[in-house]
């Protein structure tokens, strides 16, 4: 029986799905201590299959992620939301596409 080395942070119900797919698995809770560290390198593979594929459902994990590290965290989603619109009406979005190329001391 072959098997395959994983050691990372993965959905709520994919131990499941694994093993209706009649596979075993190991699995085990992270300490809370450790969950930051393990939710930020969620991020950066999310966010890289995510620019490898660009598909909405590489868009969904990103967002799920984001989620899970607010919930962590102690933050709730609309505070988030509020402090980026927050920021929006100060900053603006990023729909015009603008590049900064340089910027003079005057």
């Not at 050691?7 to 709520?12: G, I, N, P, S």
């Not at 131990?15 to 991020?43: N, Y």
């Not at 920021?87 to 003079?104: N, S």
């Amino acid at each position: 029986m072959s098997s395959i080395h994983y050691d990372k942070l993965v959905r709520d119900k994919i131990p499941e799905v694994i093993r209706q797919a009649g596979k075993q698995l190991v699995t085990d809770i992270l300490p809370p201590e450790a969950v930051a560290a393990a939710l930020d390198r969620k991020l950066q593979e999310e966010v890289q299959e995510y620019l490898e594929s660009n598909s909405v459902e590489e868009m969904a994990d990103v967002l799920e992620v984001l989620h899970g590290i607010a919930y962590h965290k102690g933050i709730s989603w609309d505070k988030g939301e509020s402090t980026r619109v927050h920021k929006r009406d100060e900053r603006g979005g990023l729909e015009k596409g603008i590049r900064l190329l340089e910027v003079k001391e005057l």
